[in-house]
């Protein structure tokens, strides 16, 4: 009687790929960045169901549970956040986990929540660096307050209908969001902004 065994192909041959095809690529080069990207299985963070699409340039739906974006937005905004060693980091998740694990050797301390938590939250100066999963409408006067003094918050930002990655600095008490690039972003419903009644 003989058994047969299945091996799952090597992803970490899939992962040099999408460090080669699609960051470098697009200028993310940085070896900090790749190395993160290089170490973190990307399917570790999908159901069964989607780990054929862990690779793809574009953003994998999970539905109602969230999200997992595209390489390139990851990349993109490690680069932007510059995560340093003593840095307290607050992660908005987009619902996989994989953002702080991409940042949590990188830095002293990674705090996760939900979307929604993080729309309701109520900081103090908590953190030295906030990364959002995805894009925004609007940032949250409580989030924003739980950036410590010059603090920086990197995120997606919705303007006019276009995601761009966007990064800010807390500056005598208030955070200014500067967009960065247009990247395709997962949008977080739990930060759109108030309806404004039109004209028809």
């Known amino acids: 009687m003989s058994?047969?065994?299945?091996?799952?192909?090597?992803?970490?041959?899939?992962?040099?790929?999408?460090?080669?095809?699609?960051?470098?690529?697009?200028?993310?080069?940085?070896?900090y960045v790749l190395a993160r990207m290089l170490a973190v299985p990307r399917e570790d963070f999908l159901p069964a169901e989607k780990v054929a699409q862990a690779y793809i340039d574009r953003a994998v739906s999970l539905g109602a549970e969230g999200h997992l974006a595209a390489p390139l937005f990851y990349g993109k905004l490690l680069l932007e956040a510059a995560p340093a060693p003593a840095d307290r980091v607050l992660v908005v998740s987009g619902g996989t986990g994989y953002l702080a694990a991409l940042l949590a050797p990188l830095v002293a301390s990674v705090t996760?929540?939900?979307?929604?938590?993080?729309?309701?939250?109520?900081?103090?100066?908590?953190?030295?660096?906030?990364?959002?999963?995805?894009?925004?409408?609007?940032?949250?006067?409580?989030?924003?307050?739980?950036?410590?003094?010059?603090?920086?918050?990197?995120?997606?930002?919705?303007?006019?209908?276009?995601?761009?990655?966007?990064?800010?600095?807390?500056?005598?008490?208030?955070v200014n969001l500067q967009p960065v690039e247009d990247l395709g972003i997962p949008v977080l419903a739990a930060f759109a902004a108030p309806k404004r009644w039109t004209f028809a």
């Not at 047969?4 to 993310?28: E, F, H, K, N």
């Not at 729309?119 to 030295?128: F, K, R, T, V």
Request: aromatic share 2%; glycine share 10%; no cysteine.
């Open 3 to 31: 058994t047969m065994t299945t091996t799952l192909p090597d992803t970490r041959i899939a992962r040099r790929a999408m460090i080669d095809s699609q960051l470098r690529t697009s200028g993310v080069n940085e070896e």
């Open 112 to 174: 996760e929540v939900s979307a929604a938590d993080a729309a309701a939250l109520n900081g103090a100066g908590e953190y030295d660096l906030v990364v959002i999963d995805g894009a925004i409408e609007l940032l949250p006067d409580g989030l924003a307050a739980a950036l410590a003094d010059d603090g920086r918050i990197v995120t997606g930002l919705v303007l006019r209908q276009v995601t761009r990655l966007a990064a800010g600095r807390k500056i005598a008490g208030q």
